[in-house]
Nanobody
Framework: QVQLVESGGGLVQAGGSLRLSCAAS????????MGWFRQAPGTEREFAAA????????VYADSVKGRFTISRDNAKNTVYLQMNSLKPEETAIYYC????????????????WGQGTQVTVSS
């Protein structure tokens, strides 16, 4: 069982930056690939980024490439999402998720989910 707790959301102006964190419980954090997803009201959940257990492999949605960076610190059982040049349409609840094995862009592949953190980008 893995418990995930996100933090770092908030209100930011368009063009600004935020760094989200996701702290995980458990002693085997490095066997889990971690992903960040987001969901705006009335829309489906959308993949943003994922990272392998070692941190050596990352995957990004085309919409965030070059602006978002996913990273992890296995000593701290934490994964991060650095978000730069934020846009108003990226206002959403951001969720982190964990799955054993390789990173995936498919939310259904993830076994554990956090409760989410709200990101609001004002224009």
């Amino acid at each position: 069982q893995v418990q995930l707790v996100e933090s770092g959301g908030g209100l930011v102006q368009a063009g600004g930056s935020l760094r989200l964190s996701c702290a995980a419980s458990g002693r085997t954090f490095n066997i889990y690939a971690m992903g960040w997803f987001r969901q705006a009201p009335g829309t489906e959940r959308e993949f943003a980024a994922a990272v392998s257990g070692s941190g050596g492999s990352t995957v990004y949605a085309d919409s965030v490439k070059g602006r978002f960076t996913i990273s992890r610190d296995n000593a701290k059982n934490t994964v991060y999402l650095q978000m730069n040049s934020l846009k108003p349409e990226e206002t959403a609840i951001y969720y982190c998720a964990a799955r054993p094995g390789q990173p995936s862009q498919d939310g259904l592949a993830y076994r554990y989910w956090g409760q989410g953190t709200q990101v609001t980008v004002s224009s």
